[in-house]
């Protein structure tokens, strides 16, 4: 190999004689690096040129502990750590990487008698993963032993990632549904006792425009009447730097306490498993080999779980009720089948009495009835179906699907792998269908009317005949 020789310089003295060059936003930015605050000097300041984060080659050398060498006479300064080694050059886009050369969106400069380059590669480079918070002026760095670095090379200008955003926090039918708007997230999920509560911590989140109420304090609680288990609900910014959402679930009178956890695309769904619940028992029907397919229908909700509440503010659970009866009056008209419904009243069954209602009289099919919701944005419309894993149910929810969006000629929200419990522990063919959008106004009215509803249970009716071949 050649033998570079440098002007080494063992200090960056030298960097606040040069003259003031170029115009660019200084701002009090931070940079945190693996959740650590790192402290910056007085007079080093993070700037922005370009839409890409500068950082003074300083804190490279002095916060981030790579080694630095600065050529003057090339004006060229060379970091380096273990074997990886990056040349940069003062107001030239490129640069090399070893021995290859690569074009930077902004060349390193000189800013306030400072040399500054681009963060993000350099990070990148060595190994960090960076996220910039546009809004707060916050660096996040993440050593590569902590996750997966992005792929390096690629300063493709997107310093602009920001924090996931909550948007919406519900809790209904012991269900905890978290919306969320921007990069997955990795919950974490503790209980603690005295009282007895489920924490949910989300890392790296802030709040968007969040559909429930916040206080100056970034707190605020939801309304939990009707859920005797639970005493509370609240939710707050419980770290700044960097976001992260907390919500805490406070219990009553909870022997055993479990939890299930999904994410179904851009939602966090926790599943609470709380016994003591007030329950109207479901009368089973002796499972009788009449040589006839059982049917269980399942309206969602009743009784104290009003479900989600519509634009026009009624509850879920009257919709899918309406629907689900009108499913069962064509239901009873089959001779070939035996129809039995996990309510046909204003009761609320828990999901587990469901899932068992279903799984004792060994059913042919499950079909659980909804209503969908995204209070944070109005225009969210459509049908979408879930299924769990399973192929049978796979089938059973293609079939129901496409006639329903053929009958009510909603948006097509496509038939999902979701992990719902009703779907998931019971053990035949079954489906959970989101009829339409009930925070949609336009779709609202149209789920409200007699006609759409005699149309969608018709169509759920003729889906379940042809997947059972009657
Ligand atoms: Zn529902």
Excluded: C
Excluded at 132 to 146: A, D, F, H, P, R
Excluded at 422 to 439: C, D, H, K, Q, Y
């Amino acid at each position: 190999m050649k033998k570079i020789i440098v002007l080494m310089f063992l200090s960056l003295f030298f960097l606040f004689l040069f003259p003031i060059q170029g115009n660019a936003a200084a701002n009090t930015s931070k940079i945190f690096l693996n959740g650590e605050q790192l402290s910056l000097p007085n007079d080093v300041q993070v700037t922005i040129v370009n839409k890409n984060v500068m950082i003074p080659i300083r804190v490279v050398a002095e916060n981030l502990k790579f080694d630095v060498d600065w050529n003057q006479q090339a004006r060229q300064v060379k970091i380096q750590q273990n074997e990886k080694v990056i040349s940069l050059t003062v107001d030239q886009k490129q640069a090399m990487v070893a021995d290859k050369q690569v074009t930077l969106n902004t060349a390193p400069q000189i800013l306030n008698k400072t040399l500054v380059v681009p963060i993000r590669f350099v990070s990148e480079q060595m190994g960090l993963s960076v996220k910039w918070n546009n809004q707060e002026k916050i660096v996040y760095l993440t050593g590569s032993n902590n996750e997966p670095t992005e792929a390096s090379g690629d300063d493709s200008g997107s310093d602009t990632t920001s924090l996931t955003h909550v948007t919406d926090i519900v809790f209904a039918d012991n269900q905890l549904v978290v919306s969320m708007d921007g990069e997955q997230v990795q919950p974490v999920i503790s209980t603690l006792k005295n009282p007895d509560r489920l924490v949910v911590d989300l890392p790296g989140t802030v709040f968007g425009d969040l559909a429930q109420p916040l206080d100056q304090g970034l707190n605020g609680k939801l309304d939990v009447t009707g859920y005797p288990n639970v005493s509370e609900v609240r939710y707050s910014l419980f770290k700044r730097d960097p976001g992260q959402v907390r919500i805490v679930v406070e219990l009553n009178n909870v022997k055993d306490l479990q939890f299930d956890q999904n994410v179904i695309a851009d939602k966090l769904l926790i599943d609470l498993n709380v016994s003591g619940d007030s329950v109207t028992p479901v009368p089973v029907t002796p499972g009788i080999d009449t040589g006839r397919k059982v049917v269980v229908i399942d309206p969602g909700h009743g009784g104290s779980d009003p479900g989600t509440i519509s634009i026009t503010n009624k509850p879920e659970k009257e919709y899918v009720l309406a629907l689900g009866l009108k499913v069962q009056a064509l239901l009873l008209n089959e001779p070939d089948i035996e129809l039995v419904m996990t309510r046909d009243s204003d009761i609320y069954p828990t999901r587990s009495e469901r899932v068992q209602l279903a799984n004792e009289l060994n059913a042919d099919v499950f079909v659980s009835i909804h209503g969908n919701s995204a209070t944070s944005s109005p225009q969210a419309s459509g049908t979408e179906t879930f299924y769990y894993q399973r192929s049978s149910s796979k089938d059973l929810a293609n079939i129901i699907h496409e006639r329903l969006v053929k009958a009510l000629g909603f948006k097509d929200r496509r038939v999902k792998n979701g992990n719902l419990q009703v779907i998931r522990e019971t053990t035949m063919p079954a489906v959970l269908l989101e009829i339409g959008f009930l925070s949609n106004a336009a779709e609202e009215k149209a789920m409200s009317s007699e006609e759409v509803q005699a149309k969608a249970a018709q169509a759920i009716v003729d889906g379940i005949k042809e997947y059972l071949g009657i």
